[in-house]
């Protein structure tokens, strides 16, 4: 599922997913960014409140797979998937949907060589943005969803060349695994766009961790600021913990979403 951003693509997996529920067929896991995990749980509860859902990240996961079984949907981060997979390799998932798909573009990484050996009947591949850089982008994913449509990325490369040309002879092929819609396509059928501004503050402990963080940065022995660095700011502001956990620390920065 390939739609641009801000045309539904979760609600549209939520549909499915709780079409799914119907017919009892057994849990479905969806692996996302952190900080898409709480998200996912507003919108099956807002869209389909009778899933039933379950976050599977952090120090308290359930160890006991069968726990999986009492829901519709598993939640979980590509992080902790990549150090569970044999545990939650112990039951066959019903659909397993990768939110992001992207995150798994390095074909031969350990991120995706771990997604594609999930146990399951049905794969979806979700992101607004199938190629990033290159054609090869596309390799992972189609083995995600289709294993052995491309022996490797050789094979890929000798049939589609990696610029715009070879972009749209690959778009034919493309048609009958991925649905891709634009906003200019559709933008007749979408309601208007609302924007809403919503500054967060920061408590006064965040904003000196995160001078603390940038200071920490600029007395580093690397002499380029990296876009990793400036990755670890954005996470940061997200919430501390992604960039800095810390034991017993659980309640510190609850103003962060309180306030």
């Known amino acids: ?8 693509k979760t609600l549209q997996i939520i549909a499915i997913l709780t079409l799914e529920k119907r017919f009892d067929r057994g849990p479905a896991l969806v692996i ?6 709480d998200n996912w749980v507003n919108e099956c509860r807002k869209f389909s409140p009778t899933l039933k859902t379950l976050i599977h990240h952090g120090s ?12 519709d949907v598993v939640i979980t981060s590509y992080s902790t998937l990549c150090n569970d997979i044999h545990f939650m ?14 995150n ?3 074909f031969d990484s350990e991120r995706a060589e771990k997604c594609k050996a999930i146990r399951r009947n049905q794969s979806i591949a979700v992101t607004g943005t199938p190629f990033e850089n290159h054609i090869s982008d596309i390799l992972s994913l189609l083995e995600f969803i289709q294993p052995n449509v491309f022996n490797n990325a050789k094979e890929l490369s000798e049939q589609y060349s990696d610029d715009v040309s070879g972009g749209k002879q690959i778009a ?3 048609s009958t695994l991925m649905i891709r819609r634009v906003v200019a396509n559709v933008s007749n059928d ?3 766009k609302v924007v809403i501004n919503q500054p967060i503050r920061m408590s006064r402990e965040e904003s000196e961790r995160y001078v603390s963080y940038i200071n920490e940065i600029k007395q580093s022995d690397s002499e ?14 997200t919430h501390p913990f992604i960039v800095s956990p810390e034991k017993n620390d659980e309640n510190r920065f609850e103003s962060l979403y309180d306030e």
């Open 1 to 8: 599922l390939g739609d641009e951003m801000g045309l539904g």
């Open 104 to 106: 798994i573009k390095n």
């Open 172 to 174: 034919s092929f493309l």
């Open 224 to 237: 380029d600021i990296s876009i990793g660095m400036f990755t670890n700011l954005r996470m940061f502001c």
């Open 190 to 192: 979408l309601p208007a």
């Open 60 to 71: 308290d996961r359930t160890g006991y797979y069968k726990t999986f079984m009492d829901y």
């Open 32 to 37: 996302a960014p952190i900080s898409l995990l």
């Open 89 to 102: 390799n112990m039951i066959c998932w019903n659909i397993v949907i990768l939110d992001e798909a992207q």
